[in-house]
């Protein structure tokens, strides 16, 4: 039987795909269920949100009253520029890596599976910071229930891997594997954040999480781009990739620029009227987006009672009086005017 999904339900959808704050996400799964036509046709998609709804609901709710939880939070609530997973097989340096880039407390180890939990930190870039989230390592043999609720919130996916290890090709494939069984893909195309989680089949639960692959311990290999170029022959993968060293740093001034420029990260700074601009913490957005998105950023009842800003930036504005539908770029100095 047709779903027949009505225009109220594909719009709930729509907002539930392009969200990435787990509250926002929530919220839009229960308009989904709220919307959603209720026949025999549909039975199973009802069943699957509230599914979601349930697991999603547990983890924001955290620790209940008179225990403790069974197991650690699984939802990473972003934070900074964006969320990037570090995800990859064992032994491949993922929590080494993680520590380097974020001076993070995660455990290393030199035995697999030493991450058991999602490990947040913060990687500086200039005068910003991505949120680095360490996942564990990604195996048929250990396998990891919720390791597709943990990728819902991210922006981006760094899959590491280990060029010197000789099941190598095996071991990306058998990531790629396991992730599409849980409705994942890992996919080269690095887009704007409203198509990431679209895929062709229609699938509302489906992932599709653009990726960067990083060949860590590249130190240990003669020539780390020749091995990086056969590894890609190989497997025929075509993800952006760079040759990093979590032992010595080789490579890893790239992955702030690649994350920014990839991510099309656009810096505001805003300014109340007679005072300089504050230049020490930037709201960050997305290229395409406007002075309504700021205002939200700034506080939520600033985008009902915004009347106009004026914006001082590199496109040659000076003071200038715009819309709330007016395009911001990185750089911008905005003032809002409620």
């Known amino acids: 039987m047709p779903a027949n999904l009505s225009p109220e339900y594909k719009a709930a959808e729509a907002n539930f795909r392009k969200t990435r704050d787990p509250r926002e996400r929530l919220g839009w799964l229960r308009e989904m269920l709220r919307v959603i036509p209720k026949h025999k046709g549909t039975d199973h998609l009802q069943g699957d949100i509230k599914r979601r709804i349930k697991a999603l609901s547990e983890e ?8 403790a939880r069974s197991h650690s939070a699984i939802v990473t609530r972003p934070e900074g520029a964006a969320q990037l997973a570090l995800v990859g097989p064992p032994n491949v340096g993922k929590s080494s890596l993680h520590v380097r880039l974020t001076g993070s407390s995660a455990h290393v ?23 680095l989230v360490d996942l564990p390592a990604v195996a048929p043999e250990h396998p990891v229930p919720w390791i597709a ?17 000789p099941a190598c090709v095996e071991q990306v494939q058998a990531v790629q594997d396991v992730l599409r ?15 990431l989680s679209e895929l062709d089949d229609g699938d509302p639960f489906g992932l599709r999480v653009p990726t960067l692959m990083l060949a860590n311990k590249s130190d ?15 497997t025929g993968l075509r993800y952006p990739a760079l040759a990093v060293s979590a032992a010595s740093g080789h490579g890893l001034g790239e992955l702030g620029p690649f994350l920014y420029s990839a991510l ?8 109340t009227p007679g005072h300089a601009p504050d230049r020490g913490h930037p709201f960050t957005l997305r290229r395409g987006q ?22 001082w930036g590199r496109a040659g504005f000076d003071g200038q009086q715009v819309g ?3 395009l911001v770029e990185d750089g911008d100095v905005v003032e809002l005017h409620g």
Do not use: N
């Open 60 to 67: 924001l709710e955290g620790p209940r009253k008179g225990g």
């Open 109 to 131: 180890a030199p035995y697999p599976f030493t991450t058991q939990h999602p490990e947040p930190g913060m990687l500086p870039h200039e005068d910003i910071h991505f949120q």
């Open 149 to 165: 609720d943990a990728l819902q919130s991210a922006d981006g996916c760094l899959l590491v891997v280990d060029l010197g290890d």
């Open 181 to 195: 069984e849980r409705r994942v893909t890992l996919t080269e195309q690095w887009e704007p954040a409203k198509a």
């Open 220 to 234: 240990q290999l003669a020539d780390p781009e020749e091995e990086l170029r056969v590894f890609r022959e190989l």
């Open 264 to 271: 099309r990260i656009v810096r505001v700074y805003t300014k």
């Open 290 to 311: 406007t002075v309504e998105h700021v205002a939200a950023l700034v506080h939520q009842d600033l985008v009902r009672s915004l009347r106009y800003a004026r914006i």
């Open 324 to 326: 709330r539908d007016h």
